[in-house]
């Protein structure tokens, strides 16, 4: 894979990585979602300055939560706790809407992600709504570019079938970013 256009990213996934293992420790299991892991699959051509992690399953009590995160070396928090200078924002029990992780080894263990094609439908639908945003568009296009340039695998049938999910319905603009992105890899080659 080519190399990283901002190496910050991988600071995210190193405290990603080490709250995923210390909450392994006690018997629950995290998934990385959001922002950090449009980060992750674009080798930091997106970058996001916190990690939204949520549990695969069932979720601690607040209380083990902060006791997991206090012996990190954080202070006291209900969801949002700073890890050497990094915003974990720890939810509760993910809602995937795609059964397919991705697993990856880091120095500091194991970080499960939610798959591509959920992080890129994902990102389009918060482009359009509730109102456009321009920064969720442009991790749409850099994660569709990445998959056409052959840099990211995506399934592009499941990208179809969580697009026409009922809180989705946006093939439509999953059809029109792509054809941008290929214009926009067009320009490039």
Known sequence: MDQPANP??????RIAARVSAAFKARGYQLVQYG??????FSRGRYTTSDVDLGFIDAAPPLEV???V???LGCERGTRLYLLEGVVVDL????????SRLVEISTPDGTLLLEAPE???VQR??????P???DDQKKAALILMTQALAGHLPLDWNEVERLAALPGFKIQSVVSAYKKEAEELISKVT
């Open 8 to 13: 910050d990213f991988k600071q995210r996934e």
């Open 35 to 40: 922002g950090a892991t449009v980060e992750q």
């Open 65 to 67: 939560r902060a006791e």
């Open 69 to 71: 995160m206090a012996s």
């Open 91 to 98: 939810g509760g029990h993910a809602e995937l809407l795609s």
């Open 118 to 120: 959920e992080s890129l």
């Open 124 to 129: 389009v639908l918060m482009s359009v709504y």
């Open 131 to 133: 109102q456009e945003d």
